[in-house]
């Protein structure tokens, strides 16, 4: 029955595709599956997503079409994709992979950038959004804003400010940044602090917030076309209420750093290229001091420690484009959990997430072909290789109650392709037809995760160390119109999740 269901959506999707396809007109622009909005000294259009100048990530993230927010608080805020969430979707910041560190999903990856240093945000669904990484959901991507070298030396500065009544919260950033022939560079930073929240029934308690983000970036001009980019961000958290849950966060730290090398060429066919070292660490602590009748106190914090390398190359000639990516990265992520009773007891120690360890390596290609004006075909793929495995530690002598030896090392090799069409026709109508399949590995949360209390769902989560990958065979759907006074979308899509 399903596989009638999806034959019968993908004909009613192409017969109306190829009968419009013989109405084409001149225009090259193209319906594309992916949305950037960016800022830039033209046409700015982050500042259309802003409701102010100090508005969050996360507000703007909101107002990006198909993306949603999980609220457990009033900050930390988690991105979903057509409702495909955490581990289903990468979150990456500037291509670089980056692994929150609490368990219970309290440090989505998009609260380390502010919009002060923020360039641009790419959100692509499904198959075709699997360049950064693999998944199932898409990808969202933040991209830091760098300095640009120019022909003569300049200056830019900015300061903002405001106040918020409600929360009697504060927020301040700042960025200063230097142009020049041979180096730049722009050094930028958000302070923001907030008490609890005020609704018509009274006082949301433990909805305050506290931190500070900065973000430096350095750029030396070797030559015309080639450049090196030295790049660094911290985030620091304290005090942040989740009211939501049953505990709030009392520290989370962020460090994030990378050297880029980069190779620019309008003329030949290699358009660009980009090799990048990059290395993240972030720590996570829960914290129920704070709260009232707590029947047993608990210390919970976690760890994740990433570094990766990618190169990326994008080749251009005629009617066709290519982009290539290679990359390889490892990520190490622990919890511990102390419990203090109340009484006599002795105080309790477990690891909720045991010294676990993921390697992946992975190749991704996105090649687009203009077969006319205003019809362009795409097809995006990807391969990895995933060895995931977890290190002697009393976390994982644990598991061996459950008859399960979580040293041994679990392989995966996962795929994922997109084949996308893309037409435009004449009266500002276009539309966007995309298939595709893809697979996920199981986090480490999912594997090895021991006892693990997700508050939203109201269950303890124990980890399976023989989940299998989840694969998603997908089917979507863009028809848009748009007029200089109106514009009208629908985007029916049909996934199938295994």
């Not at 457990?72 to 291509?95: K, V």
């Not at 199981?442 to 209390?453: I, K, M």
Request: charged content about 20%; hydrophobic content about 35%; glycine content about 8%.
């Amino acid at each position: 029955m399903k596989k009638v269901l999806f034959y019968t959506l993908l004909l009613g999707i192409l017969f109306p595709a190829v009968k419009l396809l013989a109405q084409t007109d001149s225009t090259k622009n193209h319906l594309l599956n992916e949305l950037t909005i960016q800022s830039s000294p033209g046409k700015d259009q982050l500042s259309f997503y802003q409701s102010s100048k100090l508005t969050t990530t996360e507000e703007i993230l909101a107002r990006m079409e198909g993306v949603n927010l999980i609220r457990r608080g009033a900050y930390g805020m988690e991105p979903t994709l057509r409702n495909y969430s955490a581990n289903q979707i990468t979150l990456s910041i500037d291509g670089m992979r980056i692994y929150g560190a609490c368990p219970d999903k309290m440090d989505p990856v998009s609260i380390y950038v502010e919009p002060i240093n923020l360039q641009n945000i790419s959100a692509a669904h499904g198959a075709s959004g699997n360049f950064v990484g693999g998944g199932i959901g898409g990808n969202i991507n933040l991209s830091f804003k760098t300095p640009n070298t120019l022909c003569h030396t300049q200056w830019l500065a900015q300061v903002v400010q405001s106040y918020s009544t409600n929360n009697n919260g504060i927020a301040t950033s700042f960025a200063v940044e230097k142009s020049g022939p041979k180096d730049a560079f722009r050094i930028s930073g958000t302070y923001r602090k907030a008490g609890d929240y005020f609704a018509p029934s009274g006082r949301i308690r433990y909805s305050a917030y506290e931190k500070l983000n900065m973000a430096v970036s350095y750029q030396v001009q070797i030559d015309s076309n080639y450049q090196v980019r030295f790049s660094y961000l911290g985030d620091w958290g304290r005090n942040m209420g989740y009211p939501a849950l049953p505990m709030d966060v009392g520290l989370a730290n962020a460090h994030i750093g990378s050297i880029s090398y980069l190779y620019a060429d309008g003329k030949g066919i290699i358009k660009s290229n980009e090799l990048k070292l990059y290395a993240n660490d972030i720590y996570h602590e829960m914290d129920d001091t704070q709260r009232e009748f707590v029947p047993m106190h608990m210390d919970m914090p976690s760890w994740s420690r990433t570094f990766g390398a990618y190169n990326e190359i994008s080749l251009a000639k005629n009617r066709h484009q290519l982009k290539v990516r290679a990359d390889v990265h490892q990520n190490f992520m622990r919890a511990d959990m102390t419990m203090y009773p109340n009484n006599t007891d002795p105080i309790m120690f477990m690891q909720t997430l045991p010294n676990s360890i993921l390697q992946n390596a992975g190749l991704a290609f996105q090649y687009a072909y203009d077969v006319t004006l205003n019809y362009q075909m795409r097809f995006h793929g990807r391969i990895d290789y995933v060895k995931h495995y977890a290190e002697p530690s009393i976390g994982a002598e644990s598991w061996v109650g459950f008859n399960h030896d979580i040293l041994q090392a679990k392989i995966n090799h996962l795929k994922s392709f997109a084949w996308i069409h893309s037409l435009q026709h004449k009266g500002g109508f276009r539309q966007n037809i995309s298939m595709g399949y893809a697979e996920r590995n199981p986090s480490s949360n999912e594997r090895y995760g021991f006892y693990l209390f997700i508050p939203m769902d109201a269950f303890d989560y124990l980890g399976n160390p023989d989940l299998h990958k989840e694969k998603s065979w997908q089917l979507e759907y863009n028809v848009r119109q748009e007029k200089r006074n109106y514009s009208w979308s629908v985007q029916p899509f049909y996934h199938l999740t295994q």
